[in-house]
Every structure is written in structure tokens, then in C-alpha cells.
């Protein structure tokens, strides 16, 4: 399934998209796409309801995927290939940081570019959505906590994330810095997350050309990694890196500027277009 939120930001209705492309309307049946709702018995009842039966929805601004996100976690340098472009070894083991839950907005929103950047970049990154509480659990069992998958823009100010000092955290997680969706994907649609081509695109030009099978760390490793220091619970986002291409990695370096615009996507998962605007 492909599940979904549309309408106005705070006022979205949950939704999924047929086998028509048409938006049917889930209100009737569950109260948003997020917690009980995206567990494995919330999602075989919405499988279970014939599409065609609920109200069709006219098209309109998409939502976040997923609501009510007690944590997004992030991978990073998760490519072996992005990490060279960026001079970085390969880590031994997986990169954690927060993206602050307030970054996140729909897929098509506009991005802000905060006051005082000048290194605003872009990161293609495939998002994991959590289904169901996860803690110590193995890395065969892994994937069986996983509600669907979805596109993750993981956009990054790098002067406050690498010049300044501390963390990396203030350099992800200004407003608007984490647009997800369009749709949550169920895990049963996607036969391979270590096989999925990921795009993205400035202005029209081709920047990132990849693949998930470069990830250093696959997602049932992360899944299981992350569940031995923290518990995962429904609604939780992991986004898992992305493949070369940034505009910190190219020589010279190129940052987005105001009226950029960006398109990004993967693979049978939908994307994204964003307009970059200076936060005044």
C-alpha cells in the first residue's frame, strides 16, 4: 500500500493512493497515518478495506507520511562512495545523529534557507519508517519492525554542521530541513530496500545518480543497531544516508541559493519537489 496525509499543514487527513492513482480518503477508518494505525494489525485492517469503497479525495497538498514522529535519526556517511567524495573514512560503525521532529514537512513544501547560511545542501536519503516497538532486537528479525519505507530529504546546512563547534544536530534540524513522503510504502511493496535506484536534481541538473546497494550499513543492520541503545517506536523515521553527489563533495563545492528548486525520488517510492526560499 501506498499510504499517505493531504491536506493543509496541521489539518491533513490520512489517505492512501489506488491502483488508479486515485487519493481515497482513510478518516472513516483510522485517525491518522502514524502509531497503532502503522503497526502489522493496523495495517492488514487497512489492507483489508476495499479501495474503492472510500471516498475519493481531490488532489492537494501532500503531507508528511507519517504523523506524530517521536524521533528522526540519521545515518550518516553511509555510502561508501559519498564518503570518499567527502574526504571522510568509512566509519566502523554506524554515524548516529537527531534531526530535530519540528524539521520535518511535506515532500513539495517549500525549504527554508535559515538566516546566516551559505551552505545549504541536498541528500537524497531512503527513510525507514518504524511499525512496532523494536528493542535489542536481531538483525534477522529486524525488518519484521518496519512498517514501510518512504524518500527522506535530508537537507543540510554544513557551516553549522562541520565550522561551528559541537554537534552535527544544529546543522540538520533548522525548520523545513527534513521533508518526507510523499507516501509511506509498505515493506510488502518493496521486495529489496538494498536495491533502489535514488535521484535528485537542481534546477533540472542531475546531482545524485545511486543506488541503496552501496550503503555501507543496510537497513536491517541499522534497525537492529539502533534497537540495542534506543527502543524504536511506531512513527519513528531513520534516515539511512545518501549516495554521492552533494554539493559539499564537488570541487568547488555549490550550496543551494535562493529560487533553487530541487526534485529527488526513489525508486517505487515516490518524490519530491521542493522550492529553496531565503528564511527572511
Known amino acids: 500500500m501506498k499510504l499517505m496525509r493531504v491536506g493543509e499543514a496541521g489539518r491533513e487527513k490520512p489517505a492512501l493512493l489506488d491502483s488508479d492513482g486515485k487519493i481515497r480518503d482513510l478518516s472513516g477508518h483510522v485517525a491518522d497515518i502514524g502509531g497503532e494505525a502503522i503497526s502489522p494489525a ?63 514537512v511535506g515532500p513539495n513544501d517549500t525549504v527554508l534557507i535559515p538566516r546566516g547560511s551559505e551552505k545549504t545542501d541536498w541528500e537524497v536519503e531512503l527513510g525507514v ?28 546546512e554544513r557551516a553549522f554542521q562541520t565550522e561551528r563547534a559541537g554537534q552535527w544536530t544544529k546543522g540538520k534540524s533548522c525548520d523545513t530541513f527534513g521533508p518526507i513522503g510523499p507516501w509511506l510504502v509498505t515493506k510488502d511493496e518493496v521486495a529489496d530496500p538494498q536495491n533502489l535506484g535514488m535521484w535528485l536534481k537542481v534546477n533540472g541538473q542531475t ?20 534497537s540495542q541503545f ?11 544516508g545518501t549516495p554521492p553527489g552533494v554539493g559539499m563533495g564537488m570541487k568547488p563545492p555549490r550550496y543551494l541559493k535562493d529560487g533553487d528548486v530541487v526534485e529527488l525520488g526513489i525508486e517505487s517510492l515516490g518524490s519530491q519537489k521542493q522550492s529553496f526560499v531565503a528564511d527572511r
Open 42 to 104: 493496523g495495517l492488514a485492517r487497512i489492507a483489508a478495506i476495499d479501495p474503492k469503497s472510500l471516498p475519493e479525495l481531490a488532489p492537494g497538498r501532500i503531507g508528511a507520511c507519517v504523523a506524530g514522529t517521536g524521533k528522526f535519526i540519521c545515518i550518516g556517511l553511509n555510502f561508501s562512495d559519498h564518503a570518499a567524495e567527502t574526504g571522510a573514512t568509512v566509519p566502523p560503525e554506524p554515524v548516529i545523529f537527531m534531526k530535530a521532529t519540528s524539521a520535518i
Open 207 to 226: 546531482m545524485q545518480n545511486g543506488s541503496s546497494r552501496t550503503m555501507v550499513y543496510g537497513v536491517a543492520h541499522i534497525v537492529s543497531y539502533l
Open 230 to 240: 534506543m527502543s524504536l517506536h511506531p512513527g519513528d523515521v531513520i534516515s539511512t
Open 129 to 156: 519508517v518504524i511499525g512496532k516497538t523494536a528493542k535489542y532486537v536481531s538483525e534477522a528479525d529486524a525488518l519484521d519492525y518496519i512498517a514501510g519505507y518512504c524518500v527522506s530529504h535530508d537537507v543540510s
